[in-house]
Structure formats: structure tokens, C-alpha cells
Nanobody, 122 residues
Framework: QLVESGGSSVQAGGSLRVSCEASGYTARVYCMGWFRQAPGKEREGVATIYTGGSSTRYADSVKGRFTISQDNAKNTLYLQMTSLKPEDTAMYYC??????????????????WGQGTQVTVS
């Protein structure tokens, strides 16, 4: 089970941190990530991180502005977002799965999903 929190409405240029608390996996998880989906658009990868290390990957649109991190002791994934833009407005989803997720950056490679948390930038 993945439970996101922290979504909110912020002004352009602002910052926000969303969190994802994980529990109850039935299969081994090697990669966790954040995806987002805006109305009328496909779900897209934002950032991923290998659970066993610190290797990360970011979408070009968020490089230098967003940072993904994890606290394994708390089973929690974070996404720190800075310099937010209106085009960052979307439902943000936490995902977990095998290592292919971190290499291919595709939603289909993730077995576990949260319910999403809304981020609105105006």
C-alpha cells in the first residue's frame, strides 16, 4: 500500500514537498518513483530512485527543480519540488516496482500505486 500526502495549491515559484508512505508489499521492490498526470494527458514519469541505493533519474522538465529522496527507516518516499510552474499542476502518484521501472521510466513497469495527491500551481 502506498499513501501519498502533502499536495496543495501554491503560487508559481513556490516550493512543496509531497510524501509517500509504503507498507505491505507482496513482492520485492527495487525501484520507487513519482509520476504525474494532468487532465487530458497521459501519466508521465517525474523521478525515480533505486530502493537499495541513491541512484536517481529525472524527467527533463523537472531537472534542477525537483529532488527525490527516501527514508528507508520510515518506509517513506519524498519529492521536494522548488521553482514550481503552472505546468507542474497535476495529480502526483507514488509508485513502486522492480528495477525495470528505474531504467525504463514507464508506468507499466510499476506494480504498486498510491491514490495520488493533487498539486496545483497558479
Amino acid at each position: 500500500q502506498l499513501v501519498e500526502s502533502g499536495g496543495s495549491s501554491v503560487q508559481a515559484g513556490g516550493s512543496l514537498r509531497v510524501s509517500c508512505e509504503a507498507s505491505g508489499y507482496t513482492a520485492r521492490v527495487y525501484c520507487m518513483g513519482w509520476f504525474r498526470q494532468a487532465p487530458g494527458k497521459e501519466r508521465e514519469g517525474v523521478a525515480t530512485i533505486y530502493t537499495g541505493g541513491s541512484s536517481t533519474r529525472y524527467a527533463d522538465s523537472v531537472k534542477g527543480r525537483f529532488t527525490i529522496s527516501q527514508d528507508n527507516a520510515k518506509n517513506t518516499l519524498y519529492l521536494q519540488m522548488t521553482s514550481l510552474k503552472p505546468e507542474d499542476t497535476a495529480m502526483y502518484y507514488c509508485a513502486a516496482g522492480g528495477s525495470l521501472g528505474c531504467s525504463r521510466f514507464r508506468p507499466a513497469d510499476f506494480a504498486y500505486w498510491g491514490q495520488g495527491t493533487q498539486v496545483t500551481v497558479s
